[in-house]
């Protein structure tokens, strides 16, 4: 269990913290000391490329402003209007609500970011909570993040982020066969924006 607390984790913080940053500088910095080839790969794909480059890519996919073309909120895909900040944002507020847990990144963001998802899936691990931890993944990531992730590997201008999104994807699908979870079944409107 100590390598599936690490991994939603680490994997939470690439995509919420810029590669650049002290965070992002030290999941990476993990990663490459690890003995799994998967996780050294993505630190050695950072590595080469241009820091600009991977800031831009980070921005555009994770961060960014206007029209993204992932963004990685689930509101945004769960919401009839595409909308931060939707009806599923304060679905998921309650539940953290619930089990007591305040999402207060110190920014105006919506608290359905992909990445502290992923980090709360990791503290209900760890605080020993799979039920929660399972019931956060089924209801409230898995009916947003394979659409977000496919996205991700589609407009990625990095092999880095690209190869982020597919290892994130394989590893939640194999979680969720492993712990026998459904996915819950919500109507996705991005792709019907699209």
Known sequence: MPYE???????GGLFYYSPHS???QNILNAFATQDDELLTNLAKLAKDVAS??????YFNLLQGSGDMPCP???????DKENA???????EYREFTRQLGMECDTGLREPEDHIGLMLMLVSLLLEQDKRA????LISQHLMPFAPIMLTGMQKHA???FYRQLAA??????????????LQSAERRNYWQEAE
């Open 22 to 24: 002290e965070d992002g």
């Open 72 to 78: 990685p909120w689930g509101s945004v895909y769960l």
């Open 52 to 57: 600009d480059t991977l800031e831009a890519d």
């Open 157 to 159: 201008d990095t092999e």
């Open 132 to 135: 929660e931890a399972n019931q």
């Open 84 to 90: 931060l900040f939707g009806s599923s944002t304060i």
């Open 5 to 11: 607390i690490t991994l939603f984790r680490l994997l």
């Open 167 to 180: 290892f994130t994807f394989a590893w939640l699908h194999f979680y969720c066969e492993e712990q026998q």
